[in-house]
Nanobody, 125 residues
Framework: HVQLVESGGGSVQAGGSLRLSCAAS????????MGWFRQVPGKEHEAVCT???????WYADSVNGRFTISKDSTDSTLYLQMNSLRPEDSAVYTC????????????????????WGQGTQVTVS
């Protein structure tokens, strides 16, 4: 049974940094992909970045060079380090996971993931 719980959201001024965490259970014994998505009211979820079991990573162009996705050695926590934040980064950020064979480059759509956290708000002003 996969469970995902995010933490670390909040408010920050433009140019600042935040680190999000996603506590995951039910993944460590399986091949899987994990990712961060974000959504603003009235718009669809946007893929931010993904990472697979082998550690390959994909970033959306809008965050490449500013955000860093990582996970701990036991695959129990996923992180998103967000630097040089901009007002347009404001959104609800949600972590997602999918079991089985997958590669970060190809798993970049909400339809690729079956497990989702509850989301955490990030506001940049």
């Amino acid at each position: 049974h996969v469970q995902l719980v995010e933490s670390g959201g909040g408010s920050v001024q433009a140019g600042g940094s935040l680190r999000l965490s996603c506590a995951a259970s039910g993944l460590s014994d399986n091949s899987h992909c994990m990712g961060w998505f974000r959504q603003v009211p009235g718009k669809e979820h946007e893929a931010v970045c993904t990472i697979d079991t082998d550690g390959s990573i994909w970033y959306a162009d809008s965050v490449n060079g500013r955000f860093t996705i990582s996970k701990d050695s036991t695959d129990s926590t996923l992180y998103l380090q967000m630097n040089s934040l901009r007002p347009e980064d404001s959104a609800v950020y949600t972590c997602a996971a999918e079991l089985g064979w997958c590669t970060a480059d190809y798993f970049t759509d909400t339809r690729d993931f079956n497990y989702w956290g509850q989301g955490t708000q990030v506001t940049v002003s």
